[in-house]
């Protein structure tokens, strides 16, 4: 009697067991389902050092040269020209050297490419 009593509940043990790995399974799947129906989405607004929360991990480089693109192209016509750049010394001093096709403005491309985004800081009266 005790053996089958044993059975029985090795049995239910295991059958519970299976349900449940099918329903984390069948979660798992619905979940996969919905990522792959969601729109991938660009953030029009990338969180700014200043607001990032303290503990949190740092800016992306590329997140980075958004923010301080944002800040730096005060009229937001998608170039920092050299009345922008002058809000940053540094920028200024590698102005031409960045500006890979001479058109007297930056891109976010051409800004991006600047191996050392955290040197750029206004450092006179322009952007905050």
């Known amino acids: ?21 099918a329903a984390v399974a069948t979660a798992a799947q619905e979940d996969a389902k919905a990522a792959q129906q969601r729109p991938i989405t660009n953030s029009a607004q990338p969180a700014s ?5 303290p503990g949190s991990e740092p800016a992306s480089n590329s997140t980075l ?7 730096l192209d005060a009229n ?3 170039y920092v020209d050299k009345t922008e750049a002058a809000a940053s010394s540094v ?4 102005f031409e ?3 890979g096709n001479h058109d007297g403005k930056l891109s976010l491309t051409e800004f991006a490419s600047i191996n ?5 800081k206004a450092d006179r009266k322009g952007y905050q």
């Open 76 to 78: 937001h016509d998608g």
């Open 49 to 53: 050092a200043a607001t990032q929360q």
């Open 116 to 120: 050392d985004l955290a040197a750029i």
């Open 65 to 71: 040269a958004q923010t301080k693109f944002d800040l």
């Open 91 to 94: 920028l200024t001093a590698q």
């Open 1 to 21: 009697m005790n053996i089958q009593i044993s059975r029985f509940k090795l049995t239910a043990a295991f059958a519970a067991l299976a349900l449940s790995a």
């Open 97 to 99: 050297k960045i500006d």
